[in-house]
């Protein structure tokens, strides 16, 4: 996707699939409306991965995946995904976090040292307590489940090149950050913008694009359910209607969609697609 002079493309580290009933614990009649987002089997294909966005003489990751100690038959492909958008590890000047779940740091380092040897890595301060403070939380249900380690073992190796932001402000050129908590303390949105075009990378803030059609519903991780459902209906009004692109991590295929204003319900349309 171009984005004025920035580019964003989709760094895939693979996929997981997640059974619509219980990542969303809704029944399946529920789910009637919303069959786009499912396969025959009902399940959501969930992507892993990131971002990649190229700024002048900036290459940024936003977010890198679940690591190489993933299932090997699904996942940990993040970086031969970037050689093949022309990216070695040794280009990226920064690498973004948009919260710090062992599904989005997975590749932050080998646990020794960094695999991206001249970034600087970004994240929000409250983040970076909650999950690498005196009592971090505990993230071996999910990391047994589906691979990958945690962020108390894997961006310690990264603590001398962190720059933390705090609050909505200007990370790069271009690249502005905006608290979206409830998810995670720190939770964030990115917006890419250059001239009068943008783009916004939700993060976790939505894990699929049902969770801004429907404003109760909810899916499972969020460390303040309350408050991440304020968070995402409060961004559901906000770009109802605009035509804004809007991509999300787990958004199949990693995929920028719009939110269109619907008649009595919200609508989606996957940008080459068709309305939800």
């Known amino acids: 996707m171009k984005v004025g002079d920035i580019t964003i493309d989709p760094v895939s ?21 919303h069959q786009q987002f499912l396969d025959a089997a009902g399940n959501i294909t969930m992507s892993m991965g990131g971002f990649l966005v190229r700024s002048g003489d900036r290459v940024v990751l936003i977010d890198v995946g679940i690591g190489p100690n993933s299932n090997p038959e699904r996942t940990g492909m993040f970086l031969r995904s970037l050689g093949q958008l022309g990216v070695k590890p040794e280009d990226v000047t920064d690498v973004a976090l948009t919260h710090l779940h062992f599904d989005h740091v997975g590749w932050a380092s080998d646990g020794a040292k960094p695999y991206f040897p001249n970034a600087t890595y970004r994240c929000h301060r409250a983040d970076w307590d909650f999950f690498l403070g005196p009592d971090p939380l505990d993230e071996s249900l999910g990391v047994r489940f589906l691979g990958g380690r945690p962020a ?81 209906e409060a961004l559901a009004r906000e770009f109802e209607g605009t035509d804004v692109p809007l991509a999300a991590t ?10 269109l204003a619907g008649t009595g319900r919200r609508q989606w349309l996957f940008d080459g697609g068709l309305p939800a």
Not at 22 to 32: Q, V
Not at 250 to 259: E, K, S, T, W
């Open 152 to 232: 108390v073992e894997v961006l310690p190796a990264v603590a001398d090149r962190i720059e933390p932001w705090s609050g909505d402000t200007a990370i790069l050129a271009g690249i502005d950050v905006r608290s979206a908590p409830g998810h995670t303390p720190g939770s964030t949105i990115l917006t890419i913008s250059s001239g009068p075009e943008r783009a916004v990378l939700l993060g976790d803030v939505v894990h699929c694009p049902v969770e801004l059609l429907e404003n109760d519903w909810d899916a499972i991780g969020d460390v303040d359910p309350k408050l991440a459902a304020r968070t995402r």
């Open 250 to 259: 787990h958004f199949q295929g990693l995929q920028f969609g719009r939110l």
């Open 13 to 33: 580290d693979g996929y997981v699939l997640a059974p619509a009933t219980g990542l969303f614990r809704r029944p399946m009649e529920d789910w009637s409306p």
